[in-house]
């Protein structure tokens, strides 16, 4: 029984800590949103108490002396107050909408501020894109988490003042005597008789928001199907507003045969689901005792109140004082409790946020600077690096030991799988080496800052993006940009023909997503336009995972046969696919199973019959000698 309780307890503490977590956060997002918010519970809380008391003042004023001067001043003062309270308590409320509506705008950062800081390792984990999903359809489903806190924030302040005031205005109720000769109602003169009425009437102010909170318990009971379900609902629902999946939507009749499949068996929101059911059962029952309880309070209420008025304890006009302020306070415990339950049940979905946000950075963070080399002399050293992906127990790269200094062109060939692209990430340091090290100028990598490090680097991924924003934007990666180099850069890419035909040069936007003129390209075109930004960075790297890839055999012969004057003094390093690409590299590793197999020049390696790369070079020269043969 006493760990039962004491269990209970943690579990409160635990809410309400995680509860303060996150308000704190709130308070450094928009803190006007909280002095906003309780300027407006002030009034919000306290002028229905002020029309209660000027009422009373009125009726009691009208059943005694009936002075008309009196009656006229108090009407005045009633009408002029009202009038007030409602402007000032509708222009807080506009304030406290306006900073409610600033706030959550600024929310989102802090996710996008979490994952920006995320290991690139953790990123690629299942269980953290579990995490950030599950905060997501908590948010979706009913604002659990972090918005709902807000919410539980401005019903407290309200209740609090709402139980303050109420005191205020009702203390007397228990203070004025009957007068003496009302018979059996003097009782009611007895302390006890009072002390009693108060435990009654709190008994009832607790009850009501237990069962409410036993009501609220089953959100948090059937908070994984409804996130599932809202997982389907957001994947399947929308999928036909995406434009790029369009032609697979039509051609495979994806929308009949798939989605709406996919949501029919989605019971999640509908009349069968289990939150549905228990709505219907426990859940609205728990929920209609509480507002049942609410009304006995009521009664109550005014059976004591009207007691003592009949006995002459006060007038009439008090009556409708106590009633209305001993309703408003036990509406005042009766929310500040239900928000009590809710604040547990939120803590919950918390949990899972603060689980998301906690994540630790596990890499290292350096602290050298790499601007020393104004030189812009780097040697890199890959010292026998092996590397596993995270969660998974094949090696991705084992063993692989090379060296390459700045202003030499390195290509990196081998076969799907067999560790390009893991190289690179490695060299980026969006991963680091399980076993091994890699060396700048003779220091390990991670010794250097980490923003430092991947300054030196301009890399055009295969799952390159571009944005939504200007020719010239995209290629500078800001809005202020030197417009000859961008122009120069895209010519370099090769691009130059294609912006001739844009309407407005580097101010024409990609894509239509911002702007309605916004122009759509190809994916040899965007990978053009990824160059000129690799080439604009200007670094001492420059490494072109699949650059060709996309672009026709034309493209790809007019980029090579001017990249060695394009790239100059930098260092560069191709993943190609097509080993004729790579003849002109000084140098050329051969990636076979996660190793270097081979390395050498073109004619070397060629020359060892025995070799992956003779192997590679042979299989593309006979598909090439076929193809050539086809289309001749
Ligand atoms: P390549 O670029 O030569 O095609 P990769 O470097 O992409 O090869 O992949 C090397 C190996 O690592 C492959 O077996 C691939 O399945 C695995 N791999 C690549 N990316 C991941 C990842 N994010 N998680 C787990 N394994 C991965």
Redesign the pocket.
């Given at each position: 029984m006493m760990s039962k309780m004491k269990m209970k307890n943690n579990h409160f503490r635990l809410a309400w800590e995680r509860n303060l977590r996150t308000w704190k956060i709130w308070w450094k997002l928009c803190p006007k949103f909280f002095v906003s918010c309780t300027s407006y519970s002030v009034f919000k809380a306290l002028s229905p108490y002020v029309t209660i008391w000027l009422s009373a003042q009125i009726i009691n004023e009208l059943a005694r002396s009936k002075n008309p001067e009196r009656l006229f001043q108090l009407v005045l003062i009633q009408l002029v107050s009202a009038a007030l309270l409602a402007l000032c308590t509708g222009m807080l409320n506009r304030w406290f909408n306006c900073e409610t509506d600033s706030m959550r705008r600024k929310y989102d950062r802090i996710w996008m501020e979490k994952m920006m800081k995320l290991d690139y390792a953790d990123i690629?984990r299942q269980y953290v894109y579990e995490l950030y999903s599950q905060v997501k359809q908590n948010e979706n489903w009913a604002a659990w988490g972090f918005y709902k806190s807000t919410d539980i924030f401005q019903k407290m302040v309200l209740a609090t003042l709402r139980i303050f005031g109420g005191i205020a205005l009702s203390v007397s109720l228990f203070v004025l005597p009957v007068p003496a000769g009302s018979g059996a109602l003097t009782l009611l003169n007895h302390p006890l008789c009072a002390l009693l009425m108060i435990v009654f009437m709190l008994g009832i102010a607790f009850l009501s928001p237990i069962c409410a909170n036993k009501s609220d318990a089953y959100w948090n009971r059937y908070a994984s199907e409804a996130r599932f379900g809202n997982r389907l609902f957001n994947f399947y629902s929308f999928l036909g507003e995406d434009r790029k999946r369009e032609p697979d939507l039509r051609i495979y009749q994806q929308q009949e045969n798939v989605c709406e499949k996919y949501l029919e068996q989605n019971i999640s929101f509908s009349k069968a689901s289990a939150i549905s059911k228990a709505a219907r059962g426990p859940m609205g029952l728990w929920m209609a005792t509480s507002r049942a309880i609410s009304v006995v309070l009521t009664g109550v209420v005014y059976l004591f109140v009207c007691l003592k008025a009949w006995a002459g304890a006060f007038g009439v006009g008090s009556v409708t004082q106590y009633v209305g302020a001993i309703s408003s306070l036990f509406l005042g415990i009766s929310d500040l409790l239900e928000q009590f339950g809710t604040m547990q049940a939120n803590s919950e979905f918390l949990k899972i946020a603060f689980e998301f946000l906690d994540i630790p950075n596990k890499m290292y963070q350096g602290s050298l600077t790499t601007e020393k080399r104004s030189d812009r002399q780097y040697e890199v050293e890959f010292q026998d690096v092996s590397f596993q992906?995270p969660g998974?127990e094949?090696w991705?790269l084992r063993h692989v030991s090379m060296k390459f200094k700045v202003g030499e062109r390195l290509a990196v060939v081998?076969m799907?799988?067999?560790?390009?692209?893991?190289f690179i990430k490695l060299l980026c340091r969006l991963y680091d080496p399980t076993e091994g090290k890699i060396l700048l100028n003779g220091i390990d990598i991670r010794k250097y800052k980490y923003e430092d490090y991947i300054n030196i680097f301009s890399v055009v991924f295969q799952d390159f993006k571009l944005m939504a924003l200007t020719l010239g934007e995209n290629v500078a990666g800001s809005k202020q940009y030197d417009r000859e180099a961008v122009t120069l850069s895209l010519k370099n890419a090769g691009f130059a023909d294609r912006m001739e035909r844009m309407p407005k040069g580097l101010e024409t936007y990609l894509y239509k997503d911002l702007e309605k003129d916004g122009v759509e390209i190809s994916g040899g075109e965007a990978q053009k336009i990824a160059i000129a930004r690799a080439l604009y960075k200007d670094a001492p790297f420059i490494i072109l995972d699949e650059p060709t890839a996309a672009l026709d055999p034309i493209a790809e012969a007019e980029i090579y046969s001017k990249f060695n004057e394009i790239v100059g003094d930098k260092t560069a390093i191709y993943i190609s696919h097509r080993l004729s690409s790579c003849k002109f590299c000084d140098e050329i590793a051969v990636?076979h199973n996660g190793s270097v197999v081979q390395q050498g020049t073109h004619e070397s390696l060629v020359a060892d019959e025995s070799g992956k790369y003779y192997e590679l070079w042979n299989a593309q020269a006979q598909y090439y000698t076929e193809e050539e043969t086809q289309t001749a």
């Open positions: 690629d992906y998974t094949i991705a081998g799907n799988g067999s560790g390009k692209t893991t990636f």
